[in-house]
């Protein structure tokens, strides 16, 4: 059984029954078929549809925002800006996809050559909670624009915005199989994933997820794309504008969502001479902050999604603590029920304590301290993983001498890291690899074609 429950206030809201095997035969048949003649429409036949679609995103922003506030706890405040992104996604690909995705005359001599790009298949979506419209449809926007159709196993915990999703695609007139929802638990996903009709795998999620994923598709043959956690640093130099860079750091650490993303900043490297008023201006910026109900449309801090979650946070801060790191502020909230976190900002936090070495999905700010660039870089990339990195600096000189030794798939100079439809997204090391977004994204699900006559 697969259960809609409200973080805010631990109520089961609804339940639903997993897809049983035949269903599953019937859907899996469905999109098979569905594929036959999807790959055959033209480019502005899927875009008439996907134009659609982002007037349909943008009407139900508000509806959209309250389904995923009730089932994972994200604020109303930053909700329909996300659900309008998800616009902004399908208008990009709607005019954008003809003209990436044209063949490529190649000049090899030969009579005629070319690349073209041909859609795979049924692309498998396994994704996550945090973000539950736009992570969603960062894959199939692109995904279906370049012809394949998606089959959806959304995280279990969002059931409702996941129903919502596939009748957005039904309600704007896709034929049906293009896109489907399936109730499935993580049990069952390898077998499907090794089902001949399963041609490619996209997973959102969290590292230990991805290789399971990954093991599987491996042995298969198929294609893979991950996009998994993130400990991203959050560089600040002396010569930076300190009070834009406080401002900017709680931003980044919240992401509106609690720090429950894989995006925020969770590691605040900050040279040792501004390393004081660094923290003053972040803590009375976290102080202005309101924690609470996330229906109020005047809080900003709902809850965690999850008591799970809830609970790895805390046992994460609490060993930390006993490993010589120091709390220097903790926010206040009232609430008796629901999976709720004060921000909490740490000092005195060094190599071995999970609030340096693990990704944190809570809203945790550690301050990391350095004196020279070396020691920042070095710090920087003493991670696993390798998702997003900022570099807060007035010399552009030394960000650009920095940005090619920082391991990140993402790099911004004096902002937050931030995903945009018109640019690449992905990670290195263990956070995974492939991309989304941008003109890389949509050809991760084609087959690169040479062609050439003699």
């Not at 036949?45 to 996907?50: D, G």
């Not at 894989?262 to 390393?275: G, H, W, Y």
């Not at 976290?286 to 799970?308: N, V």
Request: charged residues 25%; glycine residues 8%; positive net charge.
């Amino acid at each position: 059984m697969i259960q809609s429950k409200n973080p805010a206030t631990e109520e089961v809201l609804k339940s639903f029954k997993e897809v049983s095997e035949k269903e599953l035969e019937k859907k899996l048949s469905l999109a098979k078929k569905a594929f036959e003649s999807w790959k055959r429409t033209s480019f502005k036949e899927r875009a008439t549809l996907m134009h659609k679609l982002g007037e349909y995103l943008n009407n139900h922003a508000e509806e959209f925002s309250k389904l995923q506030m009730l089932e994972m706890g994200k604020t109303m405040k930053s909700g329909p800006f996300g659900i309008k992104k998800c616009g902004l996604l399908c208008d990009y690909y709607a005019d954008n996809a003809e003209i990436i995705l044209k063949n490529e005359k190649l000049d090899t001599g030969k009579k005629e050559q070319y690349v073209e790009f041909d859609p795979l298949g049924i692309v498998l979506a396994i994704m996550p909670w945090n973000f539950p419209f736009w992570q969603v449809y960062r894959f199939a926007v692109p995904a279906l624009m370049a012809g394949n159709v998606g089959l959806l196993k959304h995280a279990s915990n969002v059931p409702q915005c996941a129903e919502a999703i596939e009748e957005s695609f039904r309600a704007c007139g896709f034929p049906e199989g293009v896109f489907q929802n399936l109730f499935l638990s993580s049990s069952r996903v390898a077998d499907l994933i090794r089902d001949n009709r399963i041609s490619a795998v996209t997973l959102t999620g969290s590292e230990k997820a991805g290789s399971e994923v990954a093991s599987v598709a491996g042995a298969e043959i198929k294609k893979v794309v991950l996009e998994l956690g993130g400990s991203d640093p959050f560089i600040v130099f002396a010569d930076a504008d300190i009070d834009e860079a406080a401002k900017i750091a709680v931003t980044a650490r919240l992401q509106g969502n609690v720090g429950q993303s894989c995006i925020s900043a969770k590691r605040f490297i900050v040279e040792e001479s501004i390393k004081d008023i660094f923290i003053k201006n972040v803590v009375k910026e976290l102080s202005k902050l309101s924690i609470g109900d996330p229906s109020d449309s005047k809080i900003d801090i709902g809850p965690l999604a999850t008591e799970q979650i809830l609970l790895d946070v805390e046992k994460q801060v609490e060993k930390s603590v006993s490993l010589g790191a120091k709390i220097v502020y903790k926010g206040v909230q009232k609430n008796k029920k629901g999976y709720f976190y004060s921000p909490v900002v740490m000092t005195n936090v060094k190599k071995g304590m999970p609030v340096y070495d693990e990704e944190v999905f809570g809203p945790v700010m550690p301050i990391i301290s350095f004196k020279n660039e070396k020691e920042a870089i070095q710090i920087a990339n003493d991670t696993r993983y390798g998702l997003g990195a900022s570099i807060f600096t007035s010399d552009m000189k030394k960000a650009k001498r920095i940005i090619p030794q920082i391991e990140a798939g993402n790099v911004c100079v004096n902002d937050m890291v931030k995903s945009d439809p018109r640019a690449p997204f992905g990670g290195i090391k263990k956070s995974g690899y492939g991309r989304e977004l941008g003109t890389y994204g949509i050809k991760e699900f084609v087959n690169i074609k040479n062609v050439y006559f003699g």
